[in-house]
């Protein structure tokens, strides 16, 4: 079973960006306003600590680290040297690029446990869609995942090979 030790410094850093960055590119497929973006940032969150009851070592780690006040800055500084400045378009396409990345090192560095975590990931990237309605006013109208998210969703699934 694969877990931290299992993984260079800077292969770990990769992966916790990654985890961040499964709700990020939704988010930024289709910003949602001040309270959107808060429901989808608190929905991913969300999502990532329920991987702690998941049956495998590699997400439990993951979390476990991401609980940590060592292991969030180490992923917010990666974060912010990949994305500061960037536009939200920017930011969508970073992201996909960084779970696609992230793809390829679970299925070099831990192929046992490559598919466990890449439908973790895939389902932060999936609660982020669905937890902000696109579109409406005042709560009224509006679709529980717009056109951008489902092509933003669509891109996560392929780049996760999955």
């Excluded at 001040?34 to 329920?50: R, V, Y």
């Amino acid at each position: 079973m694969a877990n931290k030790t299992s993984f260079t410094p800077d292969e770990w850093k990769q992966l916790l960006e990654g985890v961040m960055m499964a709700g990020i590119a939704v988010t930024a497929a289709d910003p949602s306003g001040l309270w959107g973006t808060l429901k989808e940032t608190f929905s991913s969150a969300q999502s990532m600590t329920s991987g702690k009851s998941g049956s495998s070592e590699l997400i439990k780690a993951l979390v476990a680290d991401l609980e940590t006040s060592e292991g969030r800055g180490v992923a917010r500084e990666g974060l912010k040297e990949q994305l500061q400045g960037s536009k939200a378009t920017d930011i969508r396409t970073k992201s996909v690029d960084a779970l696609r990345q992230v793809a390829g090192l679970l299925e070099t560095k831990a192929p046992q446990e490559a598919t466990a975590v890449k439908t973790w990931l895939m389902g932060i990237s999936q609660s982020a869609a669905e937890a902000s309605k696109e579109g409406g006013f005042l709560g009224f109208g509006g679709v529980q995942v717009s056109d951008a998210e489902k092509a933003t969703l669509t891109d996560i699934k392929c780049a996760l090979k999955i």
